[in-house]
């Protein structure tokens, strides 16, 4: 199973909570539970500072929890907080794959009408319909930032191969430095320290070059 199904599987599992959790005792406790929710998120944040799948995921499942979670138990589409579910649609895209972001968009339209009293007017439809038309910006972003990502790597590691290059060169040339030293006679062994130092300065002026 791929990555993308795991992560949306998870998210529709995690908007389905959000969406329950009205409906049972525990949302007297609604506070606590945002509480705990966001020690969670402090203790990943924490003890796994270097960002991974696994960290992002838990990001992402914190924050559809909190999010969705308020919106449902204020008012639904008619909650003061229904923006918050734009900036939740962007966010996953960023955290992980863009397709993520169409995902939880039909999940949250779905969930949304089915909340939905009987005869509702147009109006009411207003702020599900944006979640459509939202998404195709917060899909572009999370390919834009998964490109900007992906080149920022492929710099770093050319940046890492030439400069393992460049000290590989160095430390050859400096490996024939020390043996003309050790075995100093006259001028041949002056030459091949002068030759050695040229070419390293021109190695080293060839890479700030290029850098």
């Keep these: 199973m791929s990555k993308e199904i795991i992560h ?8 389905t909570l959000a969406f329950i959790f009205p409906q049972t005792s525990l949302v007297n406790y609604d506070l606590q539970i945002v509480a705990f929710l966001f020690i969670i998120l402090y203790t990943v944040k924490k003890f ?4 991974n799948s696994k960290t992002r995921l838990t990001e992402s499942v914190v924050f559809t929890l909190i999010i969705v979670g308020i919106i449902t138990s204020t008012g639904y589409t008619q909650s ?12 996953l895209s960023l955290l992980l794959e863009p397709i993520i972001s169409i995902v939880t968009t039909i999940t949250l339209i779905i969930f949304f009408i089915l909340s939905l009293p009987q005869d509702q007017s147009f109006k009411n439809l207003l702020p599900i319909l944006s979640l459509a038309f939202i998404t195709p910006f917060s899909l572009f972003l999370g390919k834009e930032y998964q490109e900007v990502q992906a080149l920022k790597k492929q710099n770093q590691k050319i940046q890492e191969d030439n400069l393992l290059f460049l000290t590989l060169l160095i430390k050859n040339h ?19 320290i002068k030759k050695s130092v040229q070419r390293m300065e021109k190695l080293i002026e060839k890479y700030e070059e290029n850098n």
């Design 8 to 15: 949306s599987l998870i998210l529709i599992f995690s908007i």
């Design 48 to 51: 796994f500072q270097e960002q």
């Design 80 to 91: 003061p907080f229904f923006f918050l579910i734009y900036f939740l649609l962007f966010s």
């Design 174 to 192: 400096l490996k024939n430095i020390k043996e003309a030293v050790d075995n100093f006679l006259g001028d041949h062994e002056l030459n091949i």
